[in-house]
């Protein structure tokens, strides 16, 4: 059984930061691209940022110069950092990952619960 656990969600102001956290558990042999999502009241679920295991990174336009993907391997953890925080981020944040749980098997695709982010005006 593989587990994806978010942390770090909460209230903010406007201008704000918070760090987000994901930690993979389970039978994990590797994991290959890390990513955060958002969803937003009313709104599909969107991509926020991806990255690889090499450390390749990918962002929404909308997020471009305030959040930061990192990832520490040896935790089977990733982050995002958000700063100058915006009301328009609020959402439910949702860590994926594309996990391999033997050296002979396929990578599945796993979510998280998800974590509220609200930012006030």
């Known amino acids: 059984q593989v587990q994806l656990v978010e942390s770090g969600g909460g209230l903010v102001q406007s201008g704000g930061s918070l760090r987000l956290s994901c930690a993979a558990s389970?039978?994990?042999?590797?994991?290959?691209?890390m990513s955060w999502y958002r969803q937003a009241p009313g709104k599909q679920r969107e991509s926020v940022a991806v990255?690889?295991?090499?450390?390749?990174?990918n962002y929404a336009d909308s997020v471009k110069g305030r959040f930061t993907i990192s990832r520490d391997n040896a935790k089977n953890t990733v982050y995002l950092q958000m700063n100058s925080l915006k009301p328009e981020d609020t959402a439910v944040y949702y860590c994926?990952?594309?996990?391999?749980?033997?050296?002979?098997?396929?990578?599945?695709?796993?979510w998280g619960q998800g974590t509220q982010v609200t930012v006030s005006s």
């Open positions: 990255i690889s295991n090499g450390g390749t990174t």
């Open positions: 994926n990952a594309d996990i391999r749980r033997t050296s002979w098997a396929n990578a599945y695709n796993y």
């Open positions: 389970g039978s994990i042999f590797s994991i290959n691209t």
